[in-house]
Nanobody
Framework: QVQLVESGGGLVQAGGSLRLSCAAS????????MGWYRQVSGWQRELVAT???????NYADSVKGRFTISNDTTRNTVYLQMNSLKPEDTAVYYC?????????????WGQGTQVTVSS
């Protein structure tokens, strides 16, 4: 099992910055990848950025050049630095981890943190 706790959301004006944090605990040695997804009410959850245990990253086209995913292995924490925020970035942001538990890959989610960008 993996537990994820997010922090760092809030209200910011367009053009501003926020940094989200996600601390992992539990079976952290089994984590294959961690990342961030976001969801607007009534819409499907979408990928924002992911980073694998080998260091490969993947970003949604809409955030490339503005968002950066990073991690601190000493703190078992993944970050999402969000710059040049736009009103369309407003959503609930969820931390995600994919981990090998036994013989299966399992998905884990944080509780979500609200990001609101005002115009």
């Amino acid at each position: 099992q993996v537990q994820l706790v997010e922090s760092g959301g809030g209200l910011v004006q367009a053009g501003g910055s926020l940094r989200l944090s996600c601390a992992a605990s539990g079976s952290i040695f089994s984590i294959n990848a961690m990342g961030w997804y976001r969801q607007v009410s009534g819409w499907q959850r979408e990928l924002v950025a992911t980073k694998t245990s080998t260091g490969s990253t993947n970003y949604a086209d809409s955030v490339k050049g503005r968002f950066t995913i990073s991690n601190d292995t000493t703190r078992n924490t993944v970050y999402l630095q969000m710059n040049s925020l736009k009103p369309e970035d407003t959503a609930v942001y969820y931390c995600h981890a994919n981990a090998l538990i036994g013989f299966r890959y399992e998905d884990y989610w944080g509780q979500g943190t609200q990001v609101t960008v005002s115009s």
